[in-house]
């Protein structure tokens, strides 16, 4: 945004929606990194087999989900950044690069 402009422009084309999924999904991936390591805490004192075997597969698929999702995010930007007019930023490119970049290791290190 300018200075003397009071409403917030995303930068990925004016878009808003690609700002709000890109913070969306790196939030909520927080959020389960941080669960996802308490019950790494916690496995071992687990006994039963059965919980186990679920937490492991809830642990696998939504590691598999967020891929997908972080690569459906990095797809997203990087056409709304491509379709970006080089005229309308003023400041802040290098972090929407940034954002892309990071998206796309996001995608091997889930």
Excluded: H
Excluded at 12 to 28: E, S
């Amino acid at each position: 945004s300018l200075p003397e402009d009071s409403k917030l422009f995303c930068i990925f084309n004016g878009n808003g929606d690609a700002c709000r999924y890109g913070i969306a999904v790196g939030v909520l991936a927080f959020v389960a990194c941080i669960f996802f390591f308490m019950v790494d805490v916690y496995f071992p004192q687990i006994s039963n087999t059965k919980d186990r075997k679920y937490l492991v597969l809830a642990d696998l698929g939504f590691s598999g989900v967020w891929t997908f999702l972080w690569f459906v995010g990095f797809c997203f930007l990087t056409n709304q950044w491509s379709w970006t007019q080089p005229g309308l930023v003023y400041i802040g490119a290098d972090s929407a690069r940034a954002a892309i970049t990071f998206s796309f290791f996001s995608i091997f290190s889930w």
